[in-house]
Nanobody, 123 residues
Framework: QVQLVESGGGSVQAGGSLRLSCAPS????????MGWFRQAPGKEREFVAAIRWSGSWTDYAKSVEGRFTISLGPGRNTWFLQMNSLKSDDSAIYYC????????????????WGRGTQVTVSS
């Protein structure tokens, strides 16, 4: 289990963009899938996007497909979520996560988590 740290959250108007970053705290991440989840007030945490360590596979929730892009940084020890055309429904706490599983998408498959970063989209 590795502690992860998110950054890049904030407030933006609808239609705007934000870029979230995730990096391990003091350790190198050795995982097969890196991902992003989010949790809005009163709702369960949900899958947003995932990428395999090689970058050869990505997957997105239907609600963000075409607007969000997940990518890896140099050395594959950091990853990003580029969020464009933001909507008020995208407002949530965003969590990055890492999994030993290949092609992981389910929350219980991820064993390393960040504490979350707030994204607020105003209409």
């Amino acid at each position: 289990q590795v502690q992860l740290v998110e950054s890049g959250g904030g407030s933006v108007q609808a239609g705007g963009s934000l870029r979230l970053s995730c990096a391990p705290s003091g350790h190198t991440v050795s995982r097969n899938t890196m991902g992003w989840f989010r949790q809005a007030p009163g709702k369960e945490r949900e899958f947003v996007a995932a990428i395999r360590w090689s970058g050869s596979w990505t997957d997105y929730a239907k609600s963000v497909e075409g607007r969000f892009t997940i990518s890896l940084g140099p050395g594959r020890n950091t990853w990003f979520l580029q969020m464009n055309s933001l909507k008020s429904d995208d407002s949530a706490i965003y969590y990055c996560a890492a999994s030993k599983e290949h092609f992981a998408k389910i929350e219980r498959e991820f064993d390393s988590w960040g504490r979350g970063t707030q994204v607020t989209v105003s209409s």
